[in-house]
């Protein structure tokens, strides 16, 4: 297979930290996808609980064995990365109608700035719809169980990240 008939997407957002929402989509755009890199923004105006090394450093661990799975960052808008990258695809997941509506909004707003690019838009399994980064922090930050929620790697590492932070 050339370079050119590969078909290659960008999976973009903050994974603080990624769950196992994200992974299902992940893994669901690998049936479509011959490779996928998920970008990780790097926002300096925005504070997150994982440093950029961090998120980086889980994500990579849990695609170790995914040759097709690659990790990228970046910063500033996401059509300038699609065209530095040589990318036109992004993949993002849905989880409820609720999503829809900004999702909507980005997606046209990127096709704005940039018309080759299209956003494909993948369901969550049902039993991630209720999922997202900020209600697994904040059940950890109260000691709950996340272990359905995230991988055992990311569970250990918020554990320890509340512990030092002396969040909880
Ligand atoms: O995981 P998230 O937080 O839902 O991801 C959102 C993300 C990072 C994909 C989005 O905020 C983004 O693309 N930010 C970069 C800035 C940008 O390009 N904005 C214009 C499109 S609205």
Not at 22 to 50: M, Q
Not at 53 to 59: H, N, Q, V, W
Not at 115 to 126: H, R
Not at 153 to 167: F, G, T
Request: hydrophobic share 40%.
């Amino acid at each position: 297979m050339t370079i050119d008939t590969v078909k290659k997407a960008i999976y973009p957002g903050s994974f603080d930290p990624i769950t196992n929402g994200h992974i299902d989509v992940l893994k669901r755009s690998l049936t479509l996808f011959d490779e996928v890199t998920i970008a990780v923004i790097h926002n300096p105006d925005k504070t997150s609980l994982f440093s950029l090394e961090e998120r980086l450093a889980i994500i990579e661990s849990i695609f170790v064995e995914y040759p097709q799975v690659h990790v990228d960052t970046f910063t500033g808008l996401l059509v300038d990365y699609l065209k530095k990258t040589n990318n036109t695809t992004i993949i993002r997941g849905l989880r409820a109608v609720s999503d829809f509506e900004f999702e909507f909004q980005m997606a046209l707003t990127n096709r704005k700035l940039y018309e080759k690019m299209d956003t494909v838009f993948l369901m969550t399994d049902q039993k991630y719809s209720y999922l997202s980064s900020s209600i697994v922090k904040q059940v950890a930050r109260y000691g709950g169980d996340i272990s359905e929620f995230v991988t055992l790697d990311v569970q250990e590492a918020l554990e320890k990240k509340m512990m030092k932070d002396h969040v909880i």
